[in-house]
């Protein structure tokens, strides 16, 4: 699994006009599952993204994770295109990407296991739509997290 964590100021995901989501001060995150990743995988991944000291003390230091603001929201968005490989010519391949079943199934997974982590609601994209996400970056602070290289 990957997943591209943003720190932001407000974020928000919509679908034709509905508004599915919205947080102020957070983070957002795009994950994208490839087959093959596992329970372990979407369990370590979930407890890192918890536990990510990405937030600023009181002295200006990223210190706290989101489970030392419980003002801060979060957002999870579905993202198969993070799996893409560019190793060959131009057109991104998404071979590597999970099946949409079982990828679906990961993706919910995570966002319950997150749920219990954090103890607060986590705010979701539609799996498989055509969504309109947005946020605005703080910092900008972006980071990439793969279960695979768990570092």
Do not use: H
């Amino acid at each position: 699994m990957r997943t591209v964590i943003q720190r932001v100021k407000m974020g928000a995901v919509d679908i034709g006009g509905e508004r599915l989501c919205e947080i102020g001060a957070g983070m957002l995150l795009l994950l994208g599952v490839e087959g093959g990743d596992t329970d372990a995988d979407m369990e370590w991944l979930a407890a890192k993204v918890a536990g990510l000291r990405i937030f600023n003390d009181d002295k200006g230091v990223m210190n706290l994770s989101v489970n030392d603001l419980p003002e801060m929201g979060i957002i999870a968005v579905s993202q198969f295109t993070l799996t893409a490989s560019t190793r060959k010519g131009n057109r991104p391949s998404y071979i590597r990407a999970e099946r949409p079943e079982p990828a679906e199934a990961m993706y919910d997974s995570f966002c319950q296991r997150l749920e219990q982590l954090t103890g607060r609601t986590v705010g979701r994209g539609r799996f498989g739509a055509d969504m309109a996400v947005s946020l605005v970056n703080d910092g900008p602070v972006t980071i990439i997290i793969d279960s695979r290289l768990r570092e």
